[in-house]
């Protein structure tokens, strides 16, 4: 081993997302498979700085491949943006005699580590771990597959009541700067139209399509909108679209906080396997500071200082495709 790192450290950071648990368990069977000390540290980077950090072992992992969450739990943590924090928090890795730490987050949590691996004398691997799937270097991201999947199956449901009474419904999924969970799940469940911050809504384009179906007696109408979208979510796109069709029927069902949890999806668990496995590797071959992702079915390491989220990357084809199936 070139960095001769025998014990590390692992934590979950920002959002969560269902899958985290597999990738802490792949993280610490392979770790202790080749030798390494492996500590969990609670709450991520506040519970760095507030020294919550004890030793896990095979058992510690046992049986929550299949939970959502984390069992580490996670956070944001003010403290790390400032030197002071960051300080206290290597202190409580050095005393342990801890060279390497696994981040599982979002490019946010990638940001944070980067920084830290600058000023200390720490090797930091990032495994991409957000319902979001807005970080560029990586196909996949711990979480989206469930979420989209959950999204799937509530709106599937929504548009059951949403025909037998003849409404609209506004279904806002997550997505606060990334219109992927939208855009899946819209396309995924025959949505007439899907509204992402990526792309500028055209409210009257929506109403004047609507209109015209309403002529047809076509008056059920399923838009699934991001939350980031740039009209601000589904309530304040119902209030315009009141406006403009005042006698159709026009209904909001926000998805919220569900679409984080459950149980993590087959690809979840394995994509966080994969990653978490690879993490490890990456301490072993003397990789550092970089992030696991997959990219065309192979690992791809992107270094975590030029982790940022994908912003643009929606595909043109498959919002032409979503017209054309709507039509
Ligand atoms: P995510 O990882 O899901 O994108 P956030 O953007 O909220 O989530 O970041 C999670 C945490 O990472 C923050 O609360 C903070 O503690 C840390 N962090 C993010 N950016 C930086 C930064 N530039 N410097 C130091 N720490 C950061």
Redesign the pocket.
């Known amino acids: 081993m070139s960095t001769k790192i025998s014990k590390i450290g692992i934590l979950t950071?920002?959002?969560d997302a269902p899958g985290m648990n597999a990738a802490i368990r792949a993280v610490v069977r392979t770790g202790l498979f080749h030798g390494l000390e492996v500590y969990g540290i609670m709450r991520?980077?506040q519970g760095l700085i507030e020294d919550e950090i004890s030793v896990l072992n095979s058992r510690s992992v046992a049986n929550i491949i299949q939970r959502g969450g984390t069992i580490l739990k996670t956070?944001?943590?003010?403290d790390?943006?400032e030197y002071e924090g960051?300080k206290k928090a290597y202190e409580n890795l050095k005393k342990r005699g801890i060279g390497g730490l696994v981040v599982i987050?979002?490019?946010?949590?990638?940001?944070?580590a980067a920084?830290?691996a600058k000023e200390f004398k720490i090797s930091c691997i990032g495994i991409a771990g957000?319902i979001d799937k807005d970080i560029q270097g990586t196909d996949y991201t711990i979480g989206f597959d469930t979420a989209v999947n959950t999204a799937v199956e509530a709106i599937d449901k929504v548009r059951d009541t949403m025909e037998a009474h003849d409404r609209i419904f506004i279904i806002e999924v997550m997505g606060r700067d990334a219109g992927y969970i939208a855009l899946h799940s819209g396309i995924a469940t025959g949505a007439e139209n899907i509204l992402i911050p990526e792309i500028k809504t055209n409210i009257d384009d929506i109403a004047t399509s609507l209109q015209k179906k309403g002529k047809r007696k076509k008056l059920v109408n399923l838009i699934v909108v991001a939350e980031g979208d740039d009209f601000g979510g589904a309530e304040e796109i119902q209030k315009i679209l009141i406006k403009k069709l005042p006698k159709a029927e026009i209904r909001v069902c926000i998805l919220g906080h569900i679409q984080r949890g459950g149980a993590p999806s087959c690809l979840d668990r394995l994509i966080a396997s994969r990653m978490g496995y690879y993490a490890i590797q990456c301490f072993l071959e003397g990789r550092k500071n970089v992030f696991v992702g997959i990219h065309n079915d192979k690992m791809n390491y992107t270094p975590l200082e030029s982790a940022i989220k994908s912003k643009g990357h929606i595909c043109d084809e498959w919002l032409k495709i979503v017209k054309v199936l709507a039509s």
């Open positions: 950071s920002g959002g991520g980077y956070a944001r943590c003010k790390f943006f960051r987050g979002g490019d946010g949590s990638f940001r944070g920084q830290f957000t």
